[in-house]
């Protein structure tokens, strides 16, 4: 008996001396644009408060129907498994801009009681980029400001360090609004308020903690040529990092003013394929054929599983989430991911179960294993 105990004791360590080198070779061949993962769309959004609530129905039923949804804090989204966040972001570069939202005054009128609070006191009235969704009326994030929803990121992070790179998707927000109730006129994006905003970036993590266009350009004279020839780091040195992306493809050319092929900057564009800063790109509503294609060519591709507009998670219609899903895309957006599904059953999960799956199109079982990349709880 004691013969068959060592034996099945050794049979253990065996299997996890063979799982280790498994995770070992993966980390040192496999690239980041050779993985795929789920992220959250509007990952911040916390949804409305109960007399914002009642004032919506009233005022504005079916648009309110098309953004009546929350997620729980990026923590918790991070323990889940998502791997990919959208962050909207304001320009509030002497505060105080956002500190009186309509909806308030609405509820006022309506002769209900105050919600609670949006932010920590002092928050509004501080300088600094503001994170939500819609001024003056959709103002209730999980996080606020940008830089308390960075921190919790890194805190996140520096918690699990062995974790694949975590992205960070950033949509600059600078629309008026075409409403009937008065609400503030956003600040443009200007170089000068990137340069704020990388700034802000910075203050949170410092250079070896995220992956940079200049980190992946490399010798190249461009990111396009870089990634085309290999210049995604691979996970060996991008765990425990993050990557910051640009969502609006029409600041491409005001973030790169000064900043050639993103040079010195610290996110990378949502870029025109070819351009000299081409690294990544948004295919949102593309077909697989086209996002393999770009995929092929290098880019790091985010693409949408589902869309409030197209209704699939109140129709738990799977199609366009199974089109992605096999696909090469590396990030796929859902407002439903594992544990938080529609009332319908509609959920966005890799296969497994796992955090992190090995990219569909450009990797084989023979370079890549999904238990070599991230499973759910590693430290």
Not at 331 to 338: A, G, R
């Amino acid at each position: 008996m004691l013969i068959l105990r060592h034996a099945s004791l050794w049979s253990i360590v065996g299997t996890l001396l063979t799982l280790s080198a498994s995770a070992f070779a993966t980390d040192d061949s496999v690239r980041i644009n050779q993985i795929q993962v789920v992220g959250t769309h509007n990952s911040y959004h916390a949804g409305f408060a109960p007399s914002a609530t009642k004032v919506m129905l009233k005022e504005a039923p079916k648009e309110f129907a098309a953004i009546n949804y929350s997620h729980p804090s990026l923590t918790r989204q991070f323990d889940d498994g998502v791997r990919q966040i959208e962050l909207d972001v304001f320009s509030d570069s002497k505060g105080g801009m956002y500190v009186d939202p309509a909806i308030d005054h609405m509820v006022d009128l309506n002769g209900l009681p105050d919600d609670p609070p949006t932010a920590p006191p002092g928050t509004w009235e501080k300088p600094g980029f503001k994170v939500m969704h819609i001024q003056g009326i959709d103002q209730r994030s999980v996080c606020q400001p940008f830089t308390a929803c960075l921190s919790e990121v890194r805190a996140w992070s520096k918690a699990h360090p062995k974790h694949a790179p975590l992205f960070i998707l950033v949509e600059t927000k600078e629309e008026p609004l075409k409403v009937k109730i008065p609400t503030v006129d956003p600040e443009r994006f200007t170089p000068a308020v990137f340069d704020a905003l990388d700034k802000e970036i910075a203050s949170v993590f410092s250079a070896s903690e995220i992956v940079t266009p200049d980190d992946v350009r490399g010798k190249y004279a461009t990111l396009d040529e870089a990634v085309r020839k290999g210049g995604w780091p691979t996970l060996a040195k991008a765990r425990g990092k993050v990557v910051f992306l640009l969502d609006q493809r029409k600041i491409e050319s005001v973030y790169l003013d000064g900043h050639d092929a993103l040079h010195g900057r610290l996110a990378f564009t949502n870029a025109t394929p070819g351009a000299p800063d081409a690294a990544f790109t948004e295919c949102n509503e593309c077909g697989a054929d086209e996002i393999n294609a770009l995929v092929r060519r290098g880019y790091l591709v985010r693409a949408r599983a589902d869309d409030p507009a197209q209704g699939q998670g109140v129709r738990n219609d799977g199609t366009r989430r199974d089109v992605v899903l096999s696909s090469g895309a590396q990030m796929i957006s859902t407002d439903y991911p594992v544990r938080e599904p529609s009332e319908h059953g509609y959920e966005v999960g890799l296969p497994g179960g796992v955090a992190v799956h090995c990219n569909p199109v450009l990797t084989t079982a023979a370079q890549c294993k999904d238990v070599g990349l991230e499973m759910l709880g590693t430290k």
